[in-house]
Every structure is written in C-alpha cells, then in structure tokens.
C-alpha cells in the first residue's frame, strides 16, 4: 500500500509539472500569437530577406536582427499558415506594433520596400550603366557584358543603345535585375517614340523614328526649357533645309569624350568625327542623350518661324536670331559664347573664323 501511495504522488507531481509547462508554453504561444513583436528600442527595423533564404534562414536573420526571439515558435506558425515556401525576398521595414502573424503574412505576400532608380533624362548610356552599377538593391547582371550584348539581353540585338532608355524614376523590389530595370526602360522610350511618331507633323526632314529620337537628344541637350524646345526644333529644320551644318556643341563634347574640357575651344570644333555637327550636315549617327517626351514632341512638332540662330543667355534659356549679324550682337551681349570659343592665346580672330564658325 505504502508503494503505490507512493506511486500516486509521483505520478500526480509529473501530471502537475507536465500540466504547468504545457501550461507555460501555451501562455507563451498565444503571447507570441496575439502581442507585437517587441523591437530593439521600440523602433523600426529593416529586415534583408535575399533570394534563396529558407524559412530558417529567415527566422535566424529575424533574430539576428532583433525582430524575433523564438524562432521555432516563427516556423511554426509559418508552417501552421502554409508559408513556409512562399517567403519572399525583399527589404522589408517592420514596424512597432506589428504581430507575428501579420509579419510572416507580409513576407508571404512581398510587401517589400520598393526601391527608386531615376534615369535621368539627357544621361549618356555610360552614365546609365554607372549608375546601376552603384545602386545596392539591385541585382548586377550587365556587369562585364559589352554594349551589344546588354541589348541582346534586354531583346534589342543590333541597336546601339544611346537614348534608348526613357527618363523616369523606376521602382523595384531588393534584388531585381539592372536588366529588367533596363528593358522596362526601353519598351517605355519604343512606346513613347511611336506615339509620338504616329501623331507628327508634316513635311519633315525626319525619315523615320530613330531620327527623331536623334534630333530629340540634341534638344535635350541645348535646352532644359520645355516652352523654347519646339523653337530649338524649327531652327534644326530650318538648317538642314537651307544646307547649313546644325553646329550644336554637345555634339562636339560628345565627339571628344574624355578628352572633353571645359569650356569648348575653337580647335574643339575641328575634331574629326561622325558626331561633329560643325564638320558634318545633318544629324549624328545616333542619340547623343536620352531625351524626355517633351524634347521628342518638339523634334516632332517644330515652331514655324525664320530664325536660324540662336544663343545660350547664361540661365538655361536661349535668344534666338534670324542672321549673322543679329546673332554676332546677341553674342556680344551676353558673352557666353565669348568664354567658350576663345582660348587665352586666341583672343582675335579674322573675319574668316567668324564665317567658318556659324556657316560651315
């Protein structure tokens, strides 16, 4: 008798301390169940979930970051909520307040940071492609890849990617290619050109799309007003009609590349290149920038109007002549051109110059 006395109380001791850790564990659960995420210093934390990561990986990454102090209680809920292979990769940004559920609920569902990439209109594709190279929360699949095997890449093989790539702010989820960045951009630029196209006016030297697309990227380049971009495409038109070489400086720049320095001399405007619109009539081979829609509406559209001039006046904004003479005074009085085109051994020069400058 006294044994199974005995027997009884153990019994009824392990029942009661089975009974009180199950009971502990299952205040524990429904605490972690219905109370926030306590977060390091109450403030909020972004977490990186990168492509591959299992749902351990997360839960360790959780609580590296302070976001979680039970992750097998994380796993099984992730496993009693089916989601467990459906945590998506991302930046994630948790905030105070948030509960287990609604975190494992939000990686389910990718609601991830969307990060920005600006393209900026008048960039150069070399400058496109640094800065791709420089943003973090991408993937970086165009590095090492040549100029033609980027646009094989994006589904454009054969075309020389100058301007291609229209000028917006694209927004992206941590680790998205700076290919599918890339092709989203052109597919927009191709869309924009051929609407833009389809509604052209007539009778223009333009033959076709990629044309224009030119002729938009040496507005963009001459001008940051958008009221005085048709005025800039009527003189262009008006250029090519009468014969006249276009003489746009950026083409020059864009001739010289590196050795590009600042300000352009008159020696400049003699480089030898396809680009160099003091050399050569009519327009460069391609795109010398990318150029907004408002710079393509233009190209399309030109003002009617006689002037075949036009100078920078220091602010952006251009005045703009109908010959040599008006535009040698317009020169005079603001004195831009003066410190562009004369190097500090060459402060005159002859008639012969003059007419070589804005005639050939």
């Not at 199950?22 to 990168?50: C, S």
Request: glycine share 6%; net charge positive.
């Amino acid at each position: 008798m006294q044994g199974k006395r005995i027997l009884k109380y153990v019994l009824g001791a392990i029942f009661s301390i089975l009974f009180f850790i199950g009971a502990f564990y299952a205040y524990l659960w429904w605490d972690f169940l219905h109370n926030p995420i306590e977060l390091p210093n109450n403030q909020a934390v972004q977490v990186f979930v990168k492509k591959g990561m299992t749902s351990h990986d997360v839960a360790n990454e959780l609580v590296k970051q302070g976001v979680m102090s039970h992750p097998k209680m994380f796993l099984a809920l992730a496993r009693y909520m089916n989601a467990t292979e459906a945590l998506k990769a991302g930046v994630y940004h948790i905030e105070p307040g948030i509960t287990p559920s609604e975190l494992i609920e939000k990686l389910r569902l990718g609601k991830a940071i969307m990060h920005p990439f600006t393209l900026v209109n008048s960039w150069r594709f070399s400058e496109i492609k640094h800065a791709l190279d420089k943003n973090k929360y991408l993937d970086h699949d165009i590095k090492g890849l040549s100029n033609e095997e980027i646009m094989v890449k994006i589904g454009a093989p054969g075309q020389n990617p100058e301007g291609r790539f229209y000028p917006e702010t694209y927004h992206f989820r941590y680790q998205t290619s700076d290919l599918l960045i890339l092709r989203i951009a052109y597919q927009k630029m191709k869309k924009i050109l051929a609407e833009e196209w389809a509604n052209r006016a007539p009778n223009l030297p333009w033959k076709c799309e990629y044309d224009a697309l030119i002729a938009a990227s040496l507005i963009i380049e001459e001008t940051e007003h958008e009221q005085e971009m048709d005025e800039i495409a009527g003189v262009m038109v008006r250029r090519i009609n009468l014969g006249m070489p276009l003489q746009i400086d950026p083409t020059v720049i864009y001739a010289l590349g590196d050795h590009y320095r600042y300000p352009l001399k008159l020696s400049d405007l003699k480089v030898r290149s396809s680009y160099n619109t003091y050399l050569h009539k009519g327009l460069p081979p391609t795109p010398i920038a990318v150029p907004t829609r408002a710079a393509i509406h233009a190209a399309l559209h030109p003002a009617e109007g006689t002037a075949i001039f036009y100078m920078a006046k220091g602010d952006g904004s251009h005045v703009f002549t109908d010959n040599l003479k008006d535009h040698r005074k317009a020169k005079k009085r603001y004195e831009i051109r003066e410190r562009s085109l004369h190097h500090k051994h060459h402060k005159k020069h002859d008639m012969r110059s003059e007419f070589y400058r804005y005639y050939y």
